[in-house]
């Protein structure tokens, strides 16, 4: 009756569609409301949500060294947080957030008038951080225009439940514990430790206003790839700050003339320190989670946060990496210069075709089905490849097969320094490019490698069976009618038929035959007694080759066995995880050391080897420690080459840095 009064009539059809709109729209919001566009989150489930969290890996010195997880994220608590990133967050984003209670009625109406009635695209969402919190933990699923304003409405009500249930500081602390900072990075504890190498509670306020600033567009802000977008934003949150009194003028002025110096460090699994190490322990970390599973402990090793405290010193792997990377630069340079134009890599195509054979690409399209040389005429197609060597990454035109032929030149190493009194990983280098070459040489490198590293087992077992240190062998080759004829021969030009070598000679110069009548001397069974005395726990075969080191060994099996010559003679177990503990440091387990109980050898056989490895690194095989590399620290250790001296092995103890170190170099 009311609306018959209403005159003209285009009135009251205008206030007839204006009522049926808002009946619409609150019907609309009702909707929203009881979840026929999605389920909202209760109350309980808003005040009980839990963070994927990122299981740090620390060195024994408590140096953060890598991670793993889904999302990179490493929530903290609010003390953990510097005023200065509060209120950067507050001035830049949402300069009400202590008025409001989740929805700023003010700013939707600014943005309202701006975005529809002025077509002013830059006017912004108008969402508080409590919106965008409500974001983080449910991401909008539907990128689609049409659901935009449901997603809102949904992202209203989730903040008006959240301001509800938490304070205003704990809106922030979650806040900056869930939001993107890119790259796969969550939170300001991550972003902080990525790109300053800090904690937050470290950052200084310009440092804060960078991360902060990069929240608008986490791309197009970053530091790394845009540096000045960054600080022209960086600059724009400053001024925000002075701006709402956060700072002052003259001190917004001199921020703003400080530049943008970053420590960045990405937690890539491929690079940064001791990634060959990083892997191990992921891999240890995968049967521990399993077993914990076994016991109804529920662990993720990517999301529970964990904390794992490993053996490494970080010095000491560093200045190791350091050193390897300058020795294989040097070593790779005369390896190919000693082959020439002539290099089997570009020349021997027999061997080019067996190496391609056993590459994965090739296996990948044998599975798919294709014929050999279909395979060959796909993997010899001509592509742009980036190719890395010690100069760097270079990109040429080439085919996947150039590719293979190109890395197969390239040399490897694997080393390990151990505490030979726990057995505790010090250094641990798999590989010389973890990127480019996953294997490591350490881990999973049981091979016919360890050569003469093996004798000092052997002239070990001669002494224990009663062979005296001042005992002269003939260096003379036999023929052993046993093995069909095999016999033994020594490296080098020298006519050695009609020496004689004491003990101590013939380990420091690495003479084979004499090794072999060492072994033969003291019987094949008590060297292999020895070895699983000594902590080497692989099949050795049972034959006088044995005493040339032809049984294959993993590298930290050996490391573990000539500790023994520095620890009293008992042998340990290497091993690379202290502890681990949960997000608040509650140790979840301990690693004890493995130690043999008792002894493989007497105190005077293992002063008298320590004596004998002393030689073979003052006038020895070892001697270019002393003349060419300048160490003149106590010394004592063993060199080893496999057939062809394709592979080296040096093997040792350092009194120096009171660590065993075992190194292997060759093609892999």
Same mark, same amino acid.
């Given at each position: ?6 005159k003209p ?6 206030l ?11 019907v609309f ?12 989150p ?6 009980d949500?839990?963070?994927?969290r ?11 060294i ?12 609010f003390?953990?947080?510097? =005023?200065?990133?509060?209120n950067?967050l507050?001035?830049?984003e949402d ?13 939707l ?35 689609? =225009? ?8 949904k ?12 304070s ?29 190498n800090k ?9 804060g206003?960078v991360?902060i600033g ?5 791309y197009g802000?970053n530091p790394r ?5 960054s ?11 002075a ?5 002052s ?9 400080i ?6 460090? $990405?937690?890539d699994n ?12 992921r ?8 077993k914990?599973?076994?016991?109804g402990?529920?662990?993720n090793?990517?999301?529970?946060g964990l904390k794992v ?9 560093f200045w ?7 020795h294989m ?8 210069k ?5 290099a ?10 067996k ?16 014929e050999?040389?279909?395979i060959?005429d796909?993997?010899s197609l ?6 890395? $060597? ?15 032929a ?14 030979p009194?726990?057995?505790?990983v010090?250094?641990?280098i ?11 040489h ?31 062998f003939s260096a003379?080759e036999v023929?052993y009618?046993?093995?069909?004829g095999?016999?033994?021969?020594n ?15 013939a380990?420091s ?32 075969p049972?034959q ?6 032809t ?8 490391a ?15 091993y690379?995880i202290?502890?681990i503990? $949960?997000r608040?440091?509650?140790v ?15 105190e ?24 060419t ?23 040792g103890?350092?009194?120096?840095? $009171?660590?065993c ?8």
């Open positions: 009756m009311i609306l018959k009064r209403i009539s285009f009135l009251r059809y205008i007839l569609a204006a009522i049926a709109f808002a009946v619409f729209f609150f919001i009702l909707s929203i409301y009881w979840g026929a566009w999605g389920k909202l209760s109350k309980e489930e808003l005040s949500f839990q963070y994927q990122a299981s740090e890996v620390y060195t024994a010195d408590s140096v953060l890598g991670k793993f997880y889904l999302f990179d994220r490493q929530p903290i608590a003390e953990a947080i510097p =005023k200065n990133v509060l950067a507050v001035a830049i300069e009400r957030f202590y008025e409001h209670t989740g929805i700023d009625y003010q700013s109406g600014r943005v309202a008038v701006k975005t529809v009635l002025m077509q002013d695209q830059s006017a912004g969402g108008g969402s508080t951080l409590t919106q965008q919190l409500a974001k983080n933990l449910y991401p909008r699923r539907d990128r689609k =225009k049409a659901n935009i304003v449901v997603d809102k409405i992202e209203m009500f989730i903040a008006s439940r959240l301001e509800d249930i938490y205003k500081d704990e809106i922030l602390t979650n806040y900056l514990n869930t939001v993107s900072f890119g790259d796969n990075t969550f939170g300001i504890e991550s972003a902080s430790l990525k790109f300053f904690q937050a509670k470290d950052l200084t306020v310009e440092q206003a991360l990069m929240l608008k567009a986490t802000y790839i845009f540096p000045e977008k600080l022209t934003r960086r600059n724009l949150v400053l001024l925000a700050m701006n709402n009194n956060f700072i003028a003259e001190q917004k002025d001199s921020l703003t003339d530049p943008t110096k970053l420590d960045y460090r $990405d937690f491929n690079s940064g320190l001791a990634p060959y190490f990083r892997e191990e322990v891999k240890q970390l995968l049967k521990w989670n399993d914990q599973k076994k016991e402990n529920e662990y090793i990517y999301t529970s405290y490993t053996t490494l010193d970080y010095n000491m792997q190791a990496e350091e050193a390897m990377q300058d630069k040097s070593l790779q340079s005369s390896f190919e000693s082959y020439g134009k002539n089997p890599w570009l020349k021997n195509k027999k061997l080019i075709e190496v391609v054979k056993n590459s994965d690409v090739y296996k990948k399209l044998k599975k798919q089905g294709l050999h040389q279909q060959i796909s993997l001509k592509k742009e490849l980036v190719l890395t $060597d010690w100069d760097g990454e270079k990109t040429l035109k080439g085919s996947s097969i150039d590719s293979i190109h890395y197969m030149k390239i040399l490897n190493t694997g080393s390990l320094a151990i505490d009194k726990t057995g505790a010090k250094t641990w798999g590989g010389v490019d973890f990127e480019h070459f996953k294997y490591d350490v881990a999973q490198s049981k091979r016919q490698a360890v050569g003469s590293t093996f004798k000092p087992i052997v002239y070990t077992a001669a002494l224990e069976t009663g062979t005296l240190p001042c005992t002269y003379e023929e009618e046993n093995l069909k095999w016999t033994p021969s490296s080098g030009k020298k006519d050695e038929a009609y020496l004689n070598y004491s003990m101590e000679e380990l110069h690495s003479v084979n035959t004499v090794a072999v009548k060492v072994l033969e001397k003291a019987g094949i069974q008590n060297v292999i007694t020895m070895a699983k005395n000594m902590g080497i726990f692989s099949k050795l049972e006088p080759s044995l005493a040339l080191g049984g294959e060994i993993y590298l930290n099996e050996l573990g066995a000539y500790a023994s010559y520095v620890n009293n003679g008992k042998a340990v177990l290497p690379l202290e502890k503990t $949960d608040k440091d509650s979840l387990t301990k690693f004890e050391p493995k130690r043999a109980k008792m002894t493989a050898f007497s005077e056989t293992r002063q008298i080897m320590v004596e004998m490895m002393k030689g073979t690194i003052n006038k020895g095989t070892a001697s270019r420690i002393r003349t590399y300048k160490l003149n620290n106590a010394i004592a250790g063993k060199t080893g080459t496999t057939q062809n001296n394709k592979d080296l092995m040096v093997c103890n350092y009194a120096k840095t $009171d660590s170190n075992l190194g292997w170099t060759g093609q892999s």
